[in-house]
């Protein structure tokens, strides 16, 4: 059920897939793992959803956006080392801290998403 909610709501699969196998001593590396599985199905999903004409942007095969993918696919390239660096710096009590006051920013954007 994770998994299919992640996209339709625009989160991203460890916002909803991580915190369930966490609390069930699943380890961590166990519980992130599966999200390059989700994102390539997600993006195979897109593949075959046609939108209607008009409005489209460049470079976009059916609901895929090309550029915005090459863009997401080079952005965590560049973004994982640094953040696989800051997390061997800081101690597991200080990066539990710092996933749930992320978790905290994210339910409490929700509702505004909902209501505007």
């Known amino acids: 059920m ?3 909610l992640s996209v ?7 916002i909803f897939g991580v915190p369930g196998p966490s609390l069930f001593s699943v380890p ?9 599985i989700i994102a390539v199905l997600s993006f195979a999903g897109f593949l075959l959803i046609t939108l209607p004409e008009g409005g489209i942007p460049p470079l ?3 609901a895929a956006n090309l550029v915005t993918f090459a863009l997401v696919i ?7 080392p640094m953040g696989a660096a800051l997390a061997q710096r800081n101690g597991a009590g200080k ?5 749930g006051g992320f978790l905290r920013l ?3 954007n929700m509702p505004r998403m909902v209501l505007w």
């Open 60 to 62: 976009t095969n059916r």
């Open 2 to 4: 994770s998994k299919f």
């Open 8 to 14: 339709p709501t625009g989160r991203c699969c460890r």
């Open 106 to 108: 994210v339910a409490l």
């Open 74 to 80: 080079t952005m965590t390239l560049i973004a994982a």
């Open 28 to 36: 961590i590396h166990r519980a992130v793992g599966p999200g390059l």
């Open 95 to 99: 990066r539990k801290q710092v996933s």
